[in-house]
């Protein structure tokens, strides 16, 4: 793996507290990783040490093989893009874009070529004698992100780009921002709290919490496989539904037990052998539980029908089992009023089996 | 059918209680109430005008609220130019230009530094930058006549005592608390990503201050240029006591001419010398209210 940035160690703390905790990651060439967490999980105060607007209590960063931890940001080859923007209100978009370069001293015609090139790349040609204040929040955000653009760098980093869009903009911008990606083949950093962004555009997804990277890995890993609680409880909408129960080996067959049913695990593959008694966690995604639809020698459990969401192409039932509310996705077609009685199935090779006292993945 | 279209016909238009009419009698208490705090306030100027444009004979007969009966300059072009202070004899003139000449460099300077180091509270917070702004802060409560001694000998020290520039330097320091503290809250208040883009962008201290905290600061450039201009202008302590005769600012020839004890009290031309003094701060409040009770605004609001 050719990697473009990596981090080793980094630590940084706000008087007592502890923000980041000895983190390290490597980011390989032209990868688009995701920092994924809750507001407070440190994602942004990484991004702003790698930018180096923040500086570190220990460790170090490297970006193509250089130390740039000490670095001004001009020198690291980073372009980054804000939130709000942050664009200069009072230069026009063309200014706001060759900023850096003047500042830099470049010479004219070039800056010229590279602003000419980022505004046909981003489609903001017509803006470019227009000031920030006359542009939508979409043409707002693609002026910010020809300013990293122009400047030829080496590693993009995006600060919650999308989140001051309404969801139909932001939808847009997701898909070209990763249709820009694939054209450029820069490293992107991109941090969010959007964990529809984060599987969508990542190539990885780092998911944090209180400075710790939980898990690093391809979004189809990290929603299928979560390496503990906290990650599987964080992707998906709605949360995945965790029932607690035991393992219980009957003549060599392990077994699921929750409240007075039993769930064969044979279609589970354990990463460790299942020993009985032991206090696990059952996770199940919505999408993973057949409604009325077992197959012959399915577990059948009985729930009753709460509240019922339907959402288009989807249709998302709130069911009540055992005490518990869990929810459930199906084909939007199917309807079920309150209170319906019905038989729930579960697809036990998609779930996720965790220690209760660890909270690690089995 | 026609029931329903006489029923939807009947929802459509404003529902509910008309608004209050203009004249309620709650509002005629305010109107009545502000009125009389306007005339209040307005009615020392007009007897000022007035009584400027009346001649002494008029004056003696004692009514201070009638209009002249015949309107006279010439108490306004003695009051400019020939009334008698001390051994001059050339008016508010020359104490006019004295104080154009301490304000206009004093209002510059002070702005000047007061913004930079706004910026730099803001933005370039070092080891003990709150520590500094709190004791910077704190000068601003230390009555001035504590502090009129020492700043007499440090001046003396620099060799700056008695002259101008010695003045315009002792503005500038008082004017600092104030002006930073406004600077300060202006730039804080901006988005902090700006100021990070700017970084990205390869700008260092001065570069992101010229090119994108100043043409920001346009606003709070102004309240500070009223609140300086006004302020200094007004001075009469500090150009009583740092100045010599020859510098002194147009309030302290004002209380000269006013205070002089020789010869007839000539309250036209007091009064006409009182309203040019007071000339340059009531324009400036009147052409820039509006950024005045903002700059304020600005300055309450955060501390």
């Known amino acids: ?362 | 059918m026609a029931e329903a279209a006489i029923h939807t016909s009947a929802l459509q238009g404003p529902q509910g209680r008309r608004p209050k009419s203009l004249l309620s009698p709650r509002r005629i208490v305010i109107y009545g109430l502000l009125l009389v705090a306007a005339f209040y306030y307005i009615l020392p100027l007009y007897v000022m005008i007035v009584t400027s444009l009346k001649g002494m004979p008029e004056i003696r007969l004692g009514n201070i609220f009638s209009p002249p009966v015949e309107v006279t300059f010439e108490p306004w072009v003695k009051a400019w130019s020939q009334a008698c202070t001390g051994l001059n004899c050339d008016g508010l003139s020359r104490g006019f230009w004295n104080t154009v000449i301490i304000t206009v460099p004093s209002v510059l300077v002070s702005i000047a530094v007061a913004s930079v180091n706004g910026y730099a509270l803001s933005n370039w917070r070092f080891r003990g930058s709150d520590l500094f702004f709190t004791i910077l802060i704190i000068g601003a409560f230390i009555p001035y006549q504590v502090m009129l001694y020492p700043m007499v000998i440090i001046l003396r020290t620099m060799g700056l005592y008695g002259s101008l520039s010695g003045l315009i330097v002792v503005h500038t320091v008082f004017g600092m608390p104030i002006l930073t503290l406004l600077f300060r809250n202006y730039f804080t208040a901006l988005p902090a990503e700006l100021f990070k883009a700017a970084r990205v962008d390869g700008a260092g201290f001065w570069g992101i201050y010229f090119h994108i905290m100043l043409p920001m600061a346009v606003p709070i450039m102004v309240v500070a240029m009223i609140l300086q201009v006004t302020g200094i202008w007004n001075d009469f302590l500090f150009g009583v006591v740092f100045t010599k005769p020859d510098y002194y600012p147009m309030t302290v020839q004002l209380n000269n001419i006013v205070n002089s004890v020789q010869g007839v009290k000539e309250y036209n031309v007091n009064m006409a010398a009182t309203i040019l003094t007071g000339a340059v701060p009531l324009a400036v409040y009147f052409l820039s209210g509006r950024y005045f009770v903002r700059g304020i605004a600005a300055g309450a609001v955060k501390g």
């Open chain 1, 1 to 362: 793996m050719n990697t473009s940035v990596s981090i080793k160690n980094l630590s940084l703390d706000f008087g007592a507290v502890s923000v980041l905790k000895a983190l390290d990651l490597d980011i390989a060439d032209g990868e688009f990783l995701v920092l994924l967490g809750s507001s407070g999980c440190g994602k942004s105060t990484l991004l702003n040490c790698i930018a180096g607007l923040l500086e570190p209590t220990g460790g170090q960063i490297f970006i193509k093989g250089r130390n740039v931890t000490w670095l001004e940001p001009k020198d690291r080859g980073i372009g980054m893009v804000f939130q709000s923007y942050a664009l200069y209100p009072q230069m026009t978009v063309e200014k706001n874009l060759s900023f850096g370069l003047r500042i830099a001293g470049m010479p004219k015609p070039e800056i010229e070529k590279r602003v000419a090139r980022a505004a046909e790349i981003l489609q903001i040609g017509p803006l470019l004698k227009r000031k920030p204040a006359e542009l939508s929040g979409g043409q707002r955000q693609r002026v910010a992100i020809g300013r990293a653009l122009v400047r030829d760098v080496d590693v993009f980093l995006f600060d919650e780009p999308l989140s001051n869009l309404d969801a139909k903009l932001r939808a847009e911008l997701r898909v070209e921002l990763k249709r820009l990606h694939q054209s450029l083949k820069n490293t992107m950093i991109y941090v969010t709290h959007d964990q529809i962004e984060a599987l969508t555009l990542a190539d990885r997804i780092a998911i944090m919490k209180n400075g710790v990277i939980q898990q690093l890995d391809t979004p189809d890993v990290i929603y299928h496989a979560p390496k503990n609680l906290f990650v599987a409880g964080f992707i998906g909408s709605p949360s995945m539904n965790f029932l607690k129960g035991e393992i219980i080996v009957e003549e060599g067959r392990p077994f699921f037990q929750t409240g007075g049913a039993r769930l064969p695990l044979d279609g589970y593959r354990a990463s460790e052998t299942l020993a009985s008694g032991r206090a696990v966690v059952l996770g199940v995604r919505p999408e993973h539980i057949r409604v009325n639809e077992e197959r012959d020698g399915d577990p059948v459990r009985e729930a009753v029908v709460d509240i019922e969401e339907p959402m288009g192409a989807d249709n998302l039932l709130w069911l009540k089992l055992d005490g518990h509310v869990i929810s459930v996705r199906v084909n939007g077609a199917r309807r079920f009023a309150a209170g319906t009685p019905v038989r729930l199935s579960f697809d036990m090779s998609m779930a996720s089996l965790f220690d209760a006292a660890t909270e690690l993945r089995i």
